[in-house]
């Protein structure tokens, strides 16, 4: 079982539908849980950050995050074109002093106009 | 300059060559990291350093030596390297003991290395 699991894609959606990102774990230590987004040929950006079961919202963004089901989601509304990008979901396997991430291979994600 | 920083932003090197990768952090951060991203791979963590001590080497071949003078600049030395290791190499820092568990990486915009 691959550590960090999302689906490739890609996925596709109509500008201002929801755009909905899963990921799985492996690790049940895991503690933190991040979303990057990468545009073509940049690096990745933070988008959010969770640690927490339920529901965090910023902005168009919520991340969603279920530790029993080992399960995070993103939820992006009204997804606009310049959404368009990989999501990359990143897993903090342990507190204490190893902070070591561990991402998934990223999701496409494409707004259409 | 702002954020990580890192140079080249592009390198083309044969197999015999030897090179470095320069990563620079003004971010008041205590924590950096190497990391490697290939096609249709996920990002591949090669070496962490905390506080300049190097605390994770993920199993990283000898022709990559990492060196942290301090913490705000971290280098990747290449020699002889192979064709398989043409990628895009990132380098990250954080800042450990955030409060919260959420330590936040943040990347540069990575070095596109090709070798011939």
């Not at chain 1, 960090?4 to 755009?19: D, F």
């Not at chain 1, 987004?37 to 990745?44: F, L, T």
């Not at chain 1, 190893?98 to 291979?105: D, E, P, S």
């Amino acid at each position: 079982q691959k550590e960090v699991e999302q689906n490739s894609g890609p996925l596709s959606v109509p500008e201002g539908a929801i755009a909905s990102l899963n990921c799985t774990y492996s690790d049940r230590g895991s503690q933190s849980f991040f979303w990057y987004r990468q545009y073509s040929g940049k690096s990745p950006e933070l988008i959010m950050s969770i640690y927490s079961n339920g529901d965090k919202e910023d902005g168009r963004f919520t991340a969603q995050l279920n530790k029993a089901s080992q399960y995070v989601s993103l939820l992006i509304r009204d997804s606009q074109p310049s959404d368009s990008a990989t999501y990359l979901c990143a897993v903090n396997k342990s507190g204490g002093s190893n902070y070591k991430l561990t991402f998934g291979k990223g999701t496409l994600l494409t707004v259409n106009p | 300059e702002t954020g990580v920083t890192q140079t080249p932003r592009h390198l083309v090197m044969g197999m015999t060559n030897k090179k470095s990768l320069k990563c620079e952090q003004h971010l008041g951060h205590n924590a950096m990291y190497w990391y490697k991203q290939s096609a249709k791979k996920p990002l591949e963590l090669m070496f962490v350093y905390n506080f300049k001590e190097q605390t994770e080497n993920n199993s990283v071949p000898s022709r990559f030596s990492p060196e942290c003078p301090n913490s705000s600049h971290l280098f990747l030395h290449l020699h002889t390297l192979q064709p398989e290791d043409s990628a895009l190499y990132l380098c990250a820092s954080s800042q450990r003991g955030s409060s919260g568990g959420l330590e936040t990486q943040y990347f540069g915009p990575g070095t596109r290395l090709l070798v011939l």
